[in-house]
């Protein structure tokens, strides 16, 4: 009975600690596992679950991830060795077939797969080496292979996709998805929170959320939420980022390069910046702090440059409309919510056109990307608000042959230029730094001067944080929110001066310490419960002593004591003497 006691105290403490859960806030979440699809091999790998054979570190370094090295063999042919020992998350071992299965099956079924290599013939040479031969050809293979589209996979029986993050897709739905650590990533999973990924639906309902303490990491913020949410117990991280903020124009609809022109000069990106409260204003598609940045122009709107343009193309000013053969001049302006700040830059950006002249019908699509998608698809936009890293990968070719070169995946202006088609060419064939820089700025000025897209801005993005995930660092955009270094912590103030520690040791520190306290209470319950026993018995026999007493001095004063005692045998001897004695 005593052991189980002390069972039953342990057991009720043990089950009353959670396990560790952190909530994760964002505007976006993938819309499925098939990596094939659409971007979801992106926000896999941005949610932790999926990984590339190479990837971009904190540092912006290419590094292998699941490969450990590649080797050039011929101009079009690459091998790629893979690490020994990795795993998928079902504990299957990484092997050149699945590598090279994965990568066959993405270069065919996702257009951005294609954008770099063009068609791809991948093969296993033996467990650990892939051959991978291509149709067009790259001098940085290792930084292709960082591509978000190029995420790892392996199929099981039932055709569920795996994959070797440090998390793993526990249930999904359409607006959170579960994740648990990944028991065979490494030795740390043991220190990881299961996280629940939420799906806001716009910036202010996510500042909302992290205001009232119900997510740790809220990614990304609206600059407007972020006074109230600077007070005890949160706080906000503001970086610059490798994404920007662009105005795609549909080549079909806005044909006249002069009406494009005049568009791109009357957008004053300054005072977008102004709105956004942080960003750097430019018209490059790199950021100033890469090699390839191209930019120096002025950053304020032009009214006078853009309504020359706009006369020259016809578009004469009549009532404060521009009109052509009795017709007005109108723009489709689009922007999806999931980036606040396009959200932020369409008013902004319609008053500018509208000052010109040009009619504006703004269209703000929902969270649901498939009515964005439709848009596109249908090209019912004139302008068409995105967000876009330009340097996933720390090479410019990704972007400029995706969104630019003529059979591009996202070629969301539609332009078509043998021109910049031949430049995008070299930019593949161009192995030394300095010979990449020029043939990606003879390509970029090829591309702006067509003005298929209107960069604006490179913004700054913020990422509101519990008092939990005080120590997360964001890096690489959003591309990476969810990593293997994502540790909660909280204050320990066991000790002289309090410290930051990790919450798992925290809270393995606080069940030890409830163990202990369970099984000291269950051991002095023992104890307490012998005291009494012993009390309890002590006092039975007191009073039974004390009753028996009683009844003797009853029964002496009856006469009838309960105890006589018995002859002496010498008296009955001397008593038979006596008797002979006076009997003849």
Not at 22 to 41: A, E, K, M, R
Not at 262 to 268: E, G, M, S, T
Not at 485 to 512: F, H, N, Q
Not at 559 to 579: F, H, I, S
Request: proline share 4%; hydrophobic share 40%.
């Amino acid at each position: 009975m005593i052991p189980m006691m002390r069972l039953s105290a342990v057991l009720a403490v043990s089950s009353s600690v959670a396990a560790m859960t952190l909530t994760v806030g964002q505007t976006f979440i993938t819309s499925g596992t098939d990596p094939t699809s659409g971007s979801n091999g992106w926000a896999l790998t941005s949610h932790g679950v999926s990984e590339k054979l190479f990837t971009v570190n904190k540092d912006d370094e290419i590094v292998g991830q699941i490969a450990d090295s590649v080797a050039k063999k011929s101009e079009k042919v690459w091998e790629v060795t893979l690490k020994s020992g990795y795993k998928f998350s079902d504990g299957t071992a990484v092997d050149a077939e699945h590598v090279a299965k994965c990568l066959t099956e993405l270069n065919k079924e996702n257009s951005a797969a294609t954008s770099s290599l063009g068609d791809m013939t991948v093969t296993a040479v033996d467990s650990l080496k892939v051959r991978i031969e291509s149709t067009r050809v790259t001098h940085v293979m290792d930084a292709v292979l960082a591509e978000w589209v190029f995420a790892i996979y392996r199929k099981d029986a039932a055709g569920n996709f795996i994959f070797t993050g440090p998390y793993v897709i526990e249930s999904i739905a359409d607006d959170h998805i579960d994740l648990t650590p990944n028991t065979f990533y490494d030795a740390e999973h043991t220190e990881r929170a299961k996280i629940a990924l939420k799906k806001f639906a716009d910036g202010d309902a996510l500042a909302d959320a992290l205001e009232n303490n119900q997510v740790d990491i809220a990614f990304h913020l609206p600059i407007h939420a972020l006074p109230k949410l600077r007070k005890e117990g949160l706080r906000v991280k503001s970086f610059e980022v490798g994404y920007h903020y662009m105005a795609f124009h549909n080549m079909d609809t806005l044909q006249d390069v002069r009406v494009r022109q005049a568009i791109d000069k009357i957008i004053n990106r300054v005072a977008l910046s102004q709105a956004l409260a942080g960003g750097n204003p430019t018209r490059s598609l790199f950021p100033d702090f890469s090699p390839y940045f191209l930019d120096g122009t002025n950053m304020h709107g032009d009214d006078a440059g853009a309504g020359a343009l706009l006369d020259a193309a016809g578009w004469v000013l009549q009532n404060g409309k521009r009109v052509k053969d009795g017709d007005e001049l109108t723009v489709r302006l689009v922007a999806y919510p999931h980036r606040p700040g396009l959200v932020i830059m369409q008013p902004v950006i319609a008053q500018q056109l509208e000052a010109l002249g040009i009619t504006v019908t703004t269209v703000l699509t929902t969270m649901d990307w498939s009515t964005t998608q439709k848009i596109i698809d249908d090209r019912s936009f004139d302008l068409l608000l995105w967000a876009q890293h330009t340097l996933p990968a720390g090479d410019p070719l990704w972007f400029l042959s995706n969104f630019f070169r003529s059979d591009g995946g996202n070629n969301h202006g539609n332009l078509k230029s043998a021109t910049v088609d031949g430049l995008l060419d070299q930019v593949s064939v161009a192995e030394e730094h300095s010979a990449r820089v020029a043939a990606t700025e003879a390509a970029h000025k090829a591309i702006l001067a067509e003005v298929p897209v209107s960069n604006l801005v490179t913004p700054f993005w913020h990422v509101g944080l519990s008092d939990r995930m005080a120590d997360y660092k964001p890096f690489g955009s959003d591309y990476y929110v969810i990593r293997s270094d994502l540790r909660c912590t909280s204050w320990d103030y066991s000790g002289e001066k309090p410290k930051r520690v990790l919450c798992g040791t925290m809270e393995k520190a606080i069940e030890k310490k409830a163990k202990e306290e369970a099984e000291k209470a269950a051991d002095d319950d023992e104890l307490k419960g012998g005291y009494i026993a012993l009390i309890v018995i002590a006092g039975v026999v007191a009073l039974g002593a004390l009753a028996f007493i009683g009844y003797m001095v009853s029964r002496e004063k009856q006469g009838k004591p309960l105890y006589e005692p018995a002859p002496n045998p010498l008296d009955q001897v001397k008593e038979m003497d006596n008797k002979r004695t006076v009997d003849p």
